[in-house]
């Protein structure tokens, strides 16, 4: 039986220098730094936007943290945090330290309402445990969490029971108590929540990934187009773009001790994407993303915006840079009916590198002559956030439409494309490979 969760509590980077990260988060994306764990070995810091919340972590070292690996894991259990109890400095709360040679997102942190339940359901299915049932208290209550590797590279994910916990975010972490900004501010960027997270991964590892999610945490197919073949996937393979995407989705379910959610209180969370490349079409940016974060992992993640335009020029204002399609894009005749059709103005969007994609959906219980329903969905991609050239952060906007746009990713591959292509032209004329920055800000 798998393991269901309530929601996602958290997604975790860690990065060499938590601080700058941390500090582009807040200033560039308008997220709000809430708490934060300072220990002499390790420094958590979490960031809020809407239910969106980060916690940025410090990379340990590659040199120590095999010690430290050994180090943590029999140890962790029952350690008190915080004020009130043994604080091992290099202890990192809700995660593991595992070294990485790249920056890197790595842990997709879910409640669930029985952790013991969820555990035991977890080990019966042969699941590799990082971090044993460990129990963490502060005066607010208490929360236990187990940390488990994923198979997709260095993915892992914690599990924690917060619900005998009162306080606001996780006990060992300082809370504090007035937010930075202003409310102007987070009028201006409405981003509510996650909407998805996709995965960068090898050839022919899609039909075992989406198993293990399944059999593991319930997760459940999602088509992204109707068209979808249920064994191949969404394929795009024409034009130099050879990518196959496939999509799952869980529920929310709210009660201890149900076995599924029932149909009535179904409300799907954040999704996850399956990005595969596949071999017609040469390299492009999913090999890209193998190669530079040397293992499959979480290429992007989709904040959910409630109104893009103005998310992407705030952003935009503060130093973010987009992937933008070429102009053309914009001046195409029917893609110009089509975005002002749906209310938006094609300068707009181009300032921005705002994609728009419309799917013309057939409602069958309305009249014919009005069964046509246009449900659109708007998208922008910021360039990588790290160093490396593999993470990158996406806005996107949902009206109606809940699958991704095959038009919006054509017109990201291309812009990806180009981009990558202008970084090789840029490392040719700097000197041998390695001596080039790839830093985009
Ligand atoms: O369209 C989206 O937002 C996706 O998440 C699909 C996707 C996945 C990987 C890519 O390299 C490009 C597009
Ligand atoms: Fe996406």
């Known amino acids: 039986m798998a393991a269901y969760l309530s929601r996602l509590h958290h997604i975790s980077l860690h990065v060499s220098n938590a601080e700058k990260i941390a500090s582009d988060l807040v200033s560039k994306f308008k997220f709000n730094l809430f708490a934060s764990r300072l220990t002499d070995g390790s420094r958590q810091l979490a960031l809020r936007k809407g239910a969106a919340v980060f916690v940025v972590n410090d990379r340990p070292e590659l040199k120590r943290s095999a010690a430290r690996l050994t180090e943590e894991l029999p140890g962790v259990t029952g350690v008190n945090a915080g004020k009130h109890g043994r604080d091992h400095p290099t202890t990192r709360l809700y995660d593991v330290s ?22 035991r359901a977890l080990r019966d299915m042969g699941c590799c445990f990082l971090v044993p049932p460990t129990t963490v208290q502060d005066e607010a209550g208490h929360v236990t969490y187990f940390v488990v590797k994923s ?15 009162r306080g606001n975010f996780l006990p060992g972490f300082d809370v504090m108590e007035k937010h930075c900004s202003s409310e102007e501010e987070d009028a201006s960027c409405p981003i509510t929540h996650f909407d998805h997270i996709t995965y960068a991964c090898p050839r022919k590892t899609t039909h ?12 459940q197919r999602f088509f992204i187009d109707s068209d979808e073949d249920v064994e191949e996937g969404f394929v795009i393979n024409q034009e130099g773009i050879a990518l196959r995407l496939t999509a799952m989705e869980y529920w929310k ?8 959610p029932s149909v009535d209180k179904k ?31 979480i290429q992007h993640i989709g904040l959910y915006t409630k109104d893009i335009v103005s998310t992407a020029q705030t952003m935009a204002g503060a130093g973010v840079q987009f992937f933008s399609p070429p102009f053309a894009y914009y001046t195409e005749v029917g893609k110009q009916q089509e975005i002002e059709e ?7 969007l181009a300032q921005h590198g705002i994609l728009l994609d419309t799917d013309l959906h057939q409602d069958p219980s309305l009249p014919t002559e009005l069964s046509f329903v246009s449900r659109y969905l708007l998208q922008v991609f910021t360039k990588p956030i790290f160093a490396e050239d593999t993470f990158f952060l996406e806005l996107i906007e949902r009206r109606g439409a809940t699958g991704f746009g095959e038009g919006n990713i054509r017109a990201l591959w291309r812009s990806v494309q180009a981009h990558m292509e202008s970084e090789r032209l840029d490392s040719q004329q700097e000197g041998p490979p390695g001596t080039a920055q790839t830093a985009q800000y």
């Open 342 to 348: 749906a209310g938006h103005n094609p300068q707009m």
């Open 267 to 297: 409300e799907p969370d954040c999704k996850f994407v399956i990005a595969e490349s596949l071999p017609e079409q040469g390299k492009n940016q999913v090999d890209t993303f193998l190669e530079k974060h040397r293992a499959p992992g």
């Open 98 to 119: 595992l070294s990485y040679p790249v920056d890197t997102v790595s842990n997709v942190c879910f409640e669930v309402d029985d952790v013991g339940r969820s555990c």
């Open 208 to 219: 075992q990934l989406m198993r293990w999610y399944e059999d593991l945490f319930g997760f």
């Open 253 to 260: 379910c709210s009660k201890a001790g149900v076995s599924l």
């Open 151 to 165: 198979i997709v590279g260095n993915v892992c994910h914690t599990l924690i029971d917060r619900t005998k916990y």
